[in-house]
Each structure stands twice: as structure tokens, then as C-alpha cells.
């Protein structure tokens, strides 16, 4: 998260789907599911079970926030991750 973010330039999207341990995919209204939205939310509940580690991911997106905004590397007018002459 901290590298795609680093990397993102002028923007950062959360991931959203189970690849980072959402429980159930997400899947937005669209003809292929009949308009459903049944799966079309965010469970975010998760991060107050204690018992669970969404608590650790929620403080973790928390500080990389804390760190741009002390930095402000996500905007910042150099956008440039490599540069060669």
C-alpha cells in the first residue's frame, strides 16, 4: 500500500477488493449480475473486531495519510519516480 501509493502520483486509491482481506468481493450493479447490490458494499465494521487485523490495515492507511501530509509526496508538483537525462 505504502509503494502504490508512493508511486500513485497526485492520487491514492484504497484497494477495495479481497486481495488485501475483504471477506466477500465487491461487485457493482451491472447487467452481468441483473443490476444487483447485494455485493455492492463495503463491510466497514471490520476494522472495530479486535480480533481481526483490519484494525492493523485501518492503522496502517492511517499513517501513510499522516506521513503525506507531513511529506506531501502524493502532491507534490514532481511526479517523477525514475528520470534519466
Given at each position: ?20 482481506g475483504h ?63
Amino acid at each position: 500500500r505504502l509503494v502504490t501509493m508512493a508511486l500513485g502520483g497526485e492520487a491514492y486509491l484504497n484497494f477495495m477488493g479481497n486481495e488485501m482481506g475483504h471477506p466477500e468481493w465487491i461487485d457493482f450493479p451491472r447487467e452481468g449480475n441483473d443490476w444487483s447490490y447485494k455485493y455492492c458494499r463495503r463491510q466497514w465494521n471490520l476494522a472495530d473486531e479486535g480480533h481481526l487485523r483490519y484494525t492493523e490495515l485501518l492503522e496502517f492507511d492511517e499513517d501513510c495519510m499522516k506521513l503525506d501530509g507531513t511529506y506531501g509526496f502524493v502532491s507534490s508538483p514532481t511526479q517523477w519516480v525514475t528520470m534519466m537525462d
